[in-house]
């Protein structure tokens, strides 16, 4: 036969056999330590694309240089050896997301670690690495998130779509604030819409995501939550990926038009992580030897958060990004980088917090740049003379603490200060509805608890948002609407405070020490 011939009948036999052949990117395994495998060949793969190994083993590609590719092993056999195949998946590392992720505690890869096994119906596969949305695709943040905290609702409050930083040392209650905005969740306040949690876990202890889960079942919060975990136990690699699944996830929901909020404790094992993977594939270490990219990093994640507009569905991803100081040190790297990122801080401080101020939020150094848009018009407008008042009587705390000779108006300012430091006073797991904080502020900054003792104060104010749910359903009603609070309501309120202070003999006239 003739050449010609000879193809013709190949081809003929090939298109017969109906074969398609499929263009595969391979390389080979160079070397392979401290889950990090330099590859060559694999001319065609990207960053943070999925890797596949013959042993069944799963990485992806973080280092692209002219010889090699370094690949970040994530379930790994213990099995890869030097001249090993490897392919390319030609995809993004992604994750599987459908509703049933909802209730369950899952690892950074979206497999189930709580025990019972994870079946999806119709998954889908979001990407972790994705652009965040453009200006044109968001709408301004103008709806509040409900932490249930009086301290934060009324003067830093946190919008749906926002990203608000929860900053302090160790030990200060930073978990404590953002579980009890998980819990507060519940029961939707103000005819707002639910809101579904994630919590990421990020190199925690087993002991306290346990902890935590089972406070979270207690409460029944888990019926809208997602727990993503990567234990301190778990390798590097893990705890890098944690918060850009919990994201990946969040967006399936925010996609679906859902209002999401996603809790990422902390950022700085997050930060340590990455260090130690980008130390390991040799990146020229910078500042606190962290990559120079580590900004480049957060800010990728905290852009993801956002408000997207109507015609992209009106869905919410709110962050609330957890960041350790030490000594009450800001001016650390990734504290000044976490802050430039975000739209707000929530500043603990440990002085604070061993005073028995609780939750310890310095009022001073915590801000929303959202501000009074997340409120509603009634607590927008009791949170001004709030923050005014407690300012004053920490500058007169400081300016009088050694003077003993003091003005009527300024023991009056001091007293009404320390009341107002009283009722911010808060137990954990404790949330408050929206209707109890306007209440208890209003009952404050009107002076109608300064006659009261200071120990009593807490006590007072249970009994205040008792008698007025319980005796008076119209002012509880014109309350819940969120409108601004108009003379006729004021009067009507400060009317029934009165009342309630005759009945329980707690006297009129102002108490100074």
């Excluded at 934060?152 to 030990?171: F, K, N, S, Y």
């Excluded at 869905?315 to 040190?329: C, M, R």
């Excluded at 400081?398 to 430091?421: M, N, P, V, Y």
């Excluded at 137990?427 to 109890?436: F, I, N």
């Amino acid at each position: 036969m003739k050449p010609e011939e000879i193809i013709q009948k190949i081809e003929k036999e090939l298109y017969s056999a109906q074969l398609k052949p499929e263009l595969v990117n391979f390389g080979v395994v160079e070397s392979v330590g401290d889950e990090i495998v330099k590859a060559s060949g694999l001319s065609d793969a990207g960053y943070y694309e999925a890797i596949e190994f013959d042993d069944g083993s799963i990485g992806f590609v973080l280092n692209i240089d002219e010889d090699y590719i370094s690949i970040v092993l994530l379930k790994n056999s213990g099995h890869i050896v030097r001249g090993m195949k490897v392919k390319s998946t030609g995809k993004v590392l992604s994750v599987a997301v459908s509703n049933k992720l909802i209730g369950r505690v899952i690892n950074t890869l979206g497999q189930s670690i709580d025990g019972s096994k994870l079946k999806h119906s119709n998954p889908v596969y979001y990407p972790i690495e994705k652009t965040a949305p453009g200006i044109i695709q968001r709408s301004s943040v103008d709806r509040p998130l409900k932490t249930g905290i009086k301290a934060i609702d009324a003067m830093t409050p946190v919008g749906r779509g926002q990203r608000e930083l929860i900053i302090g040392d160790r030990g200060t209650g930073k978990t404590a604030i953002a579980v009890d905005a998980i819990i507060n969740q519940k029961k939707p306040d103000m005819g707002l819409k639910r809101v579904l949690c994630i919590y990421c876990s990020i190199g925690q202890k087993k002991s306290n995501l346990a902890s935590i889960t089972t406070k979270l079942k207690e409460e029944g919060a888990m019926s809208y939550t997602i727990i993503v975990a990567a234990t301190a136990s778990d390798p590097a690699s893990m705890q890098y990926i944690a918060p850009l699944t919990a994201c990946a996830i969040g967006e399936y929901f925010m996609d679906k038009g859902e209002d999401v909020l996603i809790v990422y404790d902390d950022l700085t094992k997050h930060a340590w992580a990455y260090r130690q993977i980008s130390l390991l594939i040799k990146r020229p270490a910078g500042r606190e030897a962290y990559p120079g990219d580590i900004f480049y990093l957060h800010s990728r994640l905290l852009e993801r958060a956002a408000r997207m507009s109507d015609e992209k569905g009106g869905g919410t991803l709110t962050a609330l990004p957890i960041v350790e100081t030490q000594g009450n040190d800001l001016s650390a790297y990734i504290p000044t980088n976490v802050v430039s990122i975000t739209d707000g801080q929530i500043y603990l401080e440990a002085d604070l917090f061993n005073s028995g101020i609780r939750p310890a939020i310095n009022v001073g150094l915590s801000v929303s740049r959202v501000g009074g848009a997340a409120q509603t018009k009634s607590m927008k407008q009791l949170a001004g003379p709030l923050r005014l008042e407690l300012s004053q009587f920490r500058e007169l705390q400081a300016f009088t603490q050694f003077g003993s000779d003091l003005d009527e108006d300024t023991l009056k300012r001091l007293e009404r200060g320390r009341r107002i430091t009283e009722i911010l006073k808060q137990a954990q797991y404790k949330p408050y509805d929206e209707l109890s904080e306007i209440l208890s502020i209003f009952a404050v900054t009107s002076g109608l608890l300064d006659n009261i003792d200071i120990d009593k104060v807490a006590v007072v104010e249970q009994q205040i948002i008792e008698y007025v749910k319980r005796t008076y359903p119209e002012t509880v009603k014109k309350l819940s609407t969120g409108a601004k609070i108009d003379n006729a309501l004021k009067a009507e309120l400060e009317k029934e405070l009165k009342e309630f202070k005759k009945i329980n003999n707690y006297g009129t006239e102002p108490t100074t020490a």
